[in-house]
């Protein structure tokens, strides 16, 4: 039987895997894609803790479906933003990204 021990270790990896990426690599899609990772691990700890917990109550899948609509808006303006950068300078590479620096 599949128990909460084993949603929380695919949680983990699936975090584990996503701040990998979003930590090591130097493109800026590659990063934000580490964070969704990130996000829907955190999206399975809910639904996990839900269903062995807290069974008729639907409060993990809520907080999930914001979570799910937090990504949503993060990826929109996060690819706009990237797409504006890669325009202006025709890279997304984070190390060239400097212009805040003083």
């Given at each position: 039987?599949i128990g909460?021990?084993h949603y929380?270790?695919?949680a983990?990896?699936l975090?584990?895997i996503?701040?990998?990426g979003a ?7 590659a990063?934000l894609m580490?964070?969704e990772?990130?996000?829907n691990?955190v ?9 062995f917990l ?13 979570v799910?609509?937090?990504a949503?808006?993060?990826v929109a ?6 797409l504006g950068?890669?325009r202006?300078?025709?890279?997304t590479?984070?190390e060239?990204f400097?212009?805040l620096?003083?």
């Open positions: 039987m909460l021990g929380l270790v695919v983990g990896g975090f584990a996503g701040l990998f930590l090591a690599k130097r493109n800026a899609i990063i580490g964070i990772l990130m996000l691990a999206n399975l700890n809910f639904i996990a803790f839900n269903r807290a069974p008729a109550q639907v409060v993990g899948h809520v907080f999930a479906v914001c799910i609509v937090v949503a808006a993060e303006v996060g690819l706009a933003i990237v950068i890669y202006r300078h025709l890279s590479d984070v060239h400097d212009w620096k003083w």
